[in-house]
């Protein structure tokens, strides 16, 4: 107890474990990220304060960036997510924190979500976290999704797909009422290709991966490259089946120009650009604040 002025203080300490198996990660030194009063917890006599601590270790810029993505995904998960709702579960590292609020959240509120899987992660995520798991074959009209993102512009013009997920992600985001982005700050960009180097991902069918790429590099120059796995032998295959190429390319584009060149390719099933549709994206930093961007349209 802390006592301010006539009153006594609660200091309320939220340790926010940062689940990681990374070894700087569990050495556990905790920084301060935020400290806010908490006027609906107030009492006669007290007045608790809620203190945000995230296990990090100095100068680690990896620590911090996991602080920026867990931030951001809690506020968007606070702003968002309410009783009730069907809600689409993106895919990544990001969401692994929005999920977590998500879970915190239904034992205190029993929120009674039906939750929609973006992948198998987001599935098994979901699962974990003893949230219900549901399909868009029985709930086909989603209230709320909520993704990571590797960039986005000025335009909320998003490039996906850094973890392979892109299709399901579209499907998903494409049924919501309402899609929210989440990210550390790096990926606030003001065009993309500023901080994203790996290009655009586009999944394939296995069968038309060469003149995919082909035809690609000729409409818009570039490299289409086969993204290869990095724990198996050959190219990373999708949990759809197929195969991702990334398509890296130089200076600023004409997104929704290149997005209809891309798709009109036979053997594409769909490409990472996902434009026109996030209604705000969160960006957070490691002390704690969280940049809100929201559509011009
Ligand atoms: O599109 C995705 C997966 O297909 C991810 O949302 C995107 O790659 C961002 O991932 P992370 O949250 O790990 O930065």
Known sequence: MVAVGLKKVNILLRPLLFLSKSPSSLQRRPL??????????????????????????????????????????RRAVDENIKKGQVVG??????????????????????????????????????????????????????????DGADEVDDNLYLIKGGGGCLMQEKIIASCAKSFFIIADTRK??????????????????????????????????????????????????TDNGNFILDWVFDGAQDWP??????????????????????AAAYFGTADGNVLVRTSKQ
């Open 257 to 278: 120009a290149v997005e209809r060149t891309i798709r009109d390719v036979p053997g594409v099933v769909e490409t990472g650009l996902f434009l026109n549709m996030a």
């Open 32 to 73: 301060l990220l935020s400290c806010k009063a908490d006027f609906s917890k107030r009492t006669s006599s007290s007045l608790f304060l809620q203190c945000q601590f995230f296990c990090s270790s100095p100068g680690n810029m990896a620590d911090a960036t996991e602080a920026g993505k867990m931030v951001a995904a």
């Open 188 to 237: 606030n960009s003001k065009v993309l290709g500023t901080s994203w180097k790996k290009g655009v991902p586009i999944e394939v069918l296995p069968m038309a991966y060469r003149p995919v790429q082909l035809k690609i590099n000729q409409l818009l120059g570039g490299k289409a490259e086969l993204r290869m796995a990095s724990r198996k032998a050959g190219p990373v295959v």
């Open 89 to 146: 579960i993106g895919s990544g590292s990001t969401i692994i924190f929005a999920v977590e609020r998500i879970g915190e959240r239904n034992k205190k509120e029993a929120l009674n979500l039906t939750c929609i899987p973006t992948s198998f992660q987001a599935r098994q995520l979901i699962q974990d976290h003893g949230l219900t798991l549901g399909s868009l074959e029985t709930s086909p009209e989603i209230d709320v999704a909520i």
